[in-house]
């Protein structure tokens, strides 16, 4: 085996890691997030409706859930100008009252 062959084979195991590792999160976020994608949640500054869930960093080496979405109004409509923002699981208290018309019912 030559130093190229081996960086080589070196290169695919590390990159068949990281595709294993970010599966591996993916799963577990989508098995453990409180909340989905269209639900309306508030922490201390922001109201968003989640479009998707991610993680931004670990704690404890697991990942940490993170909600992604549109920042709305107290009334909870979006704003004129579009602004998206993240809030971590940890700060997210769900909005129980508000109109459910726009998500779909399963």
Do not use: H, W
């Not at 030559?2 to 990159?15: C, D, F, G």
């Not at 404890?60 to 998206?84: A, H, N, Q, S």
């Not at 208290?93 to 998500?103: A, E, L, S, V």
Request: aromatic share 10%.
């Amino acid at each position: 085996m030559t130093p190229e062959e081996y960086r080589s084979r070196k290169r695919i195991i590390e990159l068949q890691k990281s595709v294993e590792l970010r599966n591996l999160s993916i799963k577990y976020i989508e098995e453990n997030a409180k909340y989905k994608p269209g639900d309306i949640i508030t922490d201390d500054c922001s109201i968003i409706r989640i479009n998707k869930l991610c993680s931004l960093s670990k704690t404890d080496d697991v990942p940490d859930i993170v909600y992604y979405g549109e920042k709305l109004k107290k009334d909870l409509t979006p704003y004129e100008k579009r602004e998206f923002c993240y809030i971590y699981e940890r700060y997210a208290k769900q909005i129980k009252n508000y109109d459910d018309t726009t998500r779909d019912k399963k």
